[in-house]
């Protein structure tokens, strides 16, 4: 079994990644996002009643009504400031909350999300590349650079431009730049946007590294392909 050098403490804020094996999707349509981040709202509470492939089954009033239930309780493993899913690894920001709380988070999400796309897909095997990674958030600084990098993402990996990371759907950015969004209401963005004046200075706070992301990707990729 792994070993993990990071210890996982509670009130401590960790970022969190995995990647798909051999670097290989893990979201290939808009069904698959949206199923990771259905997941990821279910299983932050502590005693979510059942497994999501259970709850999901249910008639709607009845989902609704365990869904209202465990806000109303308000019991988490987890808070969750910032995310991004990406085509084949994703990011999270997020503090654990209990005793081994991100360790349950994410193995339920993972576990339930590999399932759900093996049936799917019509394939075996595991999905994600190992254990997921953990740093922990040591200062304030690292905090918001942190979730700069998170969010930055969609831009680094060309898949939009700067100027148009408010249309990339599967990041936690239009939750904290707009005032209305469909999906992703368990991020909490207070914590993080009380680091700047508004939601403006935040945005430009975003963009200033924007082509400096770009350009140590684009270093990485090289240094790796040339020292296989």
């Not at 279910?42 to 709850?55: G, L, V």
């Not at 308000?74 to 990406?86: N, S, T």
């Not at 920001?93 to 897909?121: C, D, H, R, V, W």
Request: with cysteine; hydrophobic share 40%.
């Amino acid at each position: 079994m792994p070993y993990r050098k990071v210890i996982l403490a509670k009130d401590q804020i960790y970022h969190i990644y995995n990647r798909g094996v051999a670097r290989l999707p893990i979201f290939y349509a808009r069904r698959d996002y949206l199923r990771f981040l259905s997941l990821t709202d279910y299983y932050r509470f502590i005693n979510a009643p059942m497994s999501y492939s259970r709850f999901i089954k249910l008639a709607k009033e009845d989902r609704n009504k365990i869904l209202q239930d465990l806000m109303k309780e308000d019991k988490l493993l987890v808070e969750l400031f910032v995310f991004c899913l990406m085509p084949n690894h994703y990011h999270f920001l997020m503090k654990q909350l209990t005793e081994k709380g991100i360790s349950t988070f994410m193995s339920n999400l993972q576990n339930s999300y590999a399932k759900y796309l093996n049936i799917k897909n019509d394939r075996v095997g595991p999905l994600f590349q190992s254990m997921f990674k953990a740093v922990r958030i040591e200062s304030d600084e690292q905090l918001i650079h942190v979730s700069r990098y998170i969010h930055l993402n969609p831009s680094t990996g060309y898949l939009v431009e700067p100027e148009n990371l408010l249309d990339y759907p599967w990041s936690s950015l239009e939750i904290y730049l707009k005032d209305e969004f469909r999906d992703g209401n368990f991020v909490q963005t207070k914590f993080i946007l009380d680091y700047f004046k508004n939601k403006q200075d935040y945005h430009r706070f975003i963009l200033d590294q924007a082509d400096y992301q770009r350009e140590l990707a684009n270093i990485k990729h090289i240094t790796l392909e040339n020292n296989p």
